[in-house]
């Protein structure tokens, strides 16, 4: 039986395209597994890769569905105000560059944990990382499986939200096969050669777009003002959406903040530096990284004005998916249905390879710090934790499914937004306090990452992401709970940041001051010189 047709392209193309991406990245996951015999070839991939690979996976990592769909969409609909996301995003890379990257990758092992242990109490803080990255991957995968949904509901002409659900649960389950079977090995080489597809297929449709208008940006944007009248002039300059009362104006600082310092407390992202040998190979690939991700977000802005100009408006807010259609629509429009097909089926690929790194985070944050490091005391072989990690996978995965299945349709690129949020209210300040700060101590850290954890959570869960947000023209509810009669928010903000980052910073503070634990002076200062020099990286960091 063939699906039926859809609005845009044919099904069965869209099929066949995705059928052949997922059989290719399953031959190379198996290819990868043939060499995970230890522990640290299944966490870090041996640390085998060199700079220029890590730094074309960094990108694979962090180039998501957000980045592709959501942004192209967020521009496409709100103009200027969209392409904050694209800015937020690539400055973040400058505060993981230069506070973060190197540092972690001298000091830890396998985990954000093994550094925010290393000369504080063990077992606290161990299970207070462990938490928060559990909680960080969360968020990150609600928005890659909500892509996965509006994605392939757009191409397989999947109305109903079952039909979505099975969509969401086939790709969690491809993803749990990513990770058994392929480890870090096997999901690194899937995010290498996602993020040269995603690019290239990018840059094709960027040239397209712009040779529609004779390489001209302004008639580009100029068409996308005639295209679309509700917005008019206001779609090239700032205020949108961030500049109609002073609540907005004060998400776009909240969203501003979480955007350029959660990238340097994103879990996913930071166990990449572990896969490479040195801290020198650690620099290239975020130097790789910034100029593939800087290059791809100036694609994101004509691809939106494109979008907008070409697409329309009413068009991309008609389709199953809503702003995260923008991308899939300008492809059709372009190229018919071949090439819908294949850069549906690299943004496919991307959600894929995101989710199987986040899964795999998540899963070896569990196995090494809560199950190797409290439950066993250490005590337990590297095959024994790696067999702990698989049935987490399956465990995260299924987790991942059921809350992807409540995310749909909401805009990715904003749910990304709340997961770095949770990054850099939870971890960001742990992690600045650890490097930096001699006097720092466990309790200090436990309330700076409990604190800006739930602080993050409750803000979000009490805010109109949740519950009580309408569309005030169509009456529609924007929020996850689509049920307009249910509001039960009472945080104006759409985005906490504003209000948690400062706050787990504070109480980080104020958790080291009023205790009375002694600082281990020479922890800190062999902690000081590995984190510069390198010297005695990789070795077991419990004590």
Not at 161 to 180: K, N, P
Not at 275 to 286: F, G, L, Q
Not at 496 to 519: D, M, N, R, Y
Request: charged share 10%; net charge positive; proline share 3%.
């Amino acid at each position: 039986m063939l699906p039926m047709a859809t609005d845009i392209g044919n099904p069965t193309v869209n099929i066949a395209i995705f059928a052949l991406f997922v059989l290719a990245t399953l031959a190379i996951v198996f290819r990868a597994s043939r060499n995970n015999k230890t522990a640290a070839d299944f966490y870090a991939g041996g640390r085998s890769f060199t700079g220029p690979q890590n730094g074309i996976a960094i990108a694979g990592d962090y180039l998501s569905a957000a980045s592709f769909l959501g942004i192209a969409g967020a521009i496409a609909l709100n103009g200027y105000d969209g392409f904050l996301y694209s800015i937020g995003f690539l400055v973040a890379w400058l505060v993981a560059l230069l506070l973060v990257a190197e540092l972690l990758r001298n000091t830890g092992r396998f985990t954000m944990a093994d550094v925010l242990s290393f000369r504080l109490k063990q077992r606290p803080v161990r299970m207070a990382a462990a938490i928060s990255t559990l909680g960080v991957c969360f968020f990150y995968l609600l928005a890659q499986m909500a892509g996965a949904g509006g994605l392939v509901a757009l191409l397989l002409g999947v109305s109903n939200r079952a039909g979505q659900s099975i969509v969401i649960a086939v790709v969690g389950i491809l993803m749990i096969t990513y990770v058994l079977v392929g480890g870090m090995k096997g999901t690194t080489w899937v995010q290498i050669v996602k993020a040269v597809l995603l690019v290239i297929g990018a840059g094709i449709m960027t040239i397209w777009v712009l040779a529609k208008y004779t390489f001209n940006l302004s008639g580009l944007l100029g068409a996308a003002v005639d295209k679309s009248p509700a917005a008019g002039e206001k779609l090239l300059s700032p205020g949108l959406q961030y500049g109609v009362t002073g609540v907005t104006k004060l998400d776009f600082i909240s969203l501003a903040l979480a955007l350029v310092l959660g990238t340097a407390g994103l879990p996913h992202v930071l166990m990449r530096f572990y896969t490479v040998p040195d801290s020198k190979e650690a620099r290239r690939s975020v130097s790789w990284a910034i100029w593939i991700i800087g290059i791809f977000y100036l694609f994101t802005l004509v691809l939106g004005y494109g979008a907008a100009a070409i697409v329309g408006p009413d068009a991309i807010r008609a389709a199953p998916g809503k702003a995260n259609s923008a991308a899939p629509l300008l492809a059709f429009e372009l190229g018919g249905e071949v090439l819908l097909g294949v850069i549906s089926a690299v943004a496919f690929a991307t959600i894929l390879a995101v989710v199987a790194g986040l899964t795999i985070t998540a899963s070896t944050s569990f196995a090494h710090d809560i199950y190797g490091q409290i439950i066993k005391k250490g005590q337990i072989s590297g095959d024994g934790e790696v067999r702990v990690a698989r049935y987490t996978a399956v465990v995260i995965g299924i987790v991942a499914i059921i809350g992807g299945i409540f995310a749909n349709g909401q805009n990715i690129a904003f749910l990304v937004a709340l997961a770095f949020a949770v990054a850099a209210s939870a971890n960001l300040p742990t992690i600045l306090y650890s490097l930096f700060w001699r006097r720092f101590n466990t309790r200090g850290a436990l309330w700076s990452i409990y604190g800006g954890l739930a602080s993050t959570i409750i803000l979000i869960i009490f805010s109109p992401v949740v519950s009580g947000k309408v569309d005030k023209k169509t009456g529609a509810s924007l929020s996850m709970i689509t049920d307009t009669g249910i509001d039960f928010h009472w945080f104006p903000l759409d985005n906490p940041g504003i209000v948690s980052i400062p706050l787990a910073f504070v109480l980080g503070w104020l958790g080291t001051i009023t205790s009375k634990e002694q600082v281990d002076v020479d922890r800190f200062a062999e902690m000081e010189v590995r984190s510069l020099t390198g010297a005695g990286a990789e070795k077991a960091v419990s004590h």
